[in-house]
């Protein structure tokens, strides 16, 4: 079982597991993890699941693609060098406790 901790924007810590498969969108909506809309159900196609991930972990993600980088601009003002759209992260073994931070928190 692989770990996610989130932060939710009011700081709040949240650790939740996710299932073989699932990208990070999936298990923060699945444990209702403030933060995360997805308006788009995972598509890249909204922004509305942008996070943070932690220093340690980003470099183990696969690379991001166009279409996320493009609708990463959508949130320009919030982008950082560790932004990710969490619908784009696939969640294995490899990022087993993972800390990903939710727009609002301080990074
Ligand atoms: S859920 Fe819409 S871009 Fe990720």
Known sequence: ??????????GTR???????????????VRHGVE?????????CACATCHGYIDGAFFDRLT??????????????????????????VKIGPELDGIVIKLPGVRR
Request: aromatic letters at 4%.
């Open 63 to 88: 690379e991001m693609n166009e279409t996320e980088d493009a609708m990463l601009e959508l949130v320009e003002d919030q982008r950082a060098d560790n932004s990710r759209l969490l619908c784009q």
């Open 1 to 10: 079982m692989t770990t996610i901790v989130f932060f939710e924007p009011d």
């Open 14 to 28: 949240r650790e939740v597991t996710a299932n073989p498969g699932e990208t990070a969108m999936e298990v923060a």
């Open 35 to 43: 933060g995360v809309d997805a308006d788009c159900g995972g598509v």
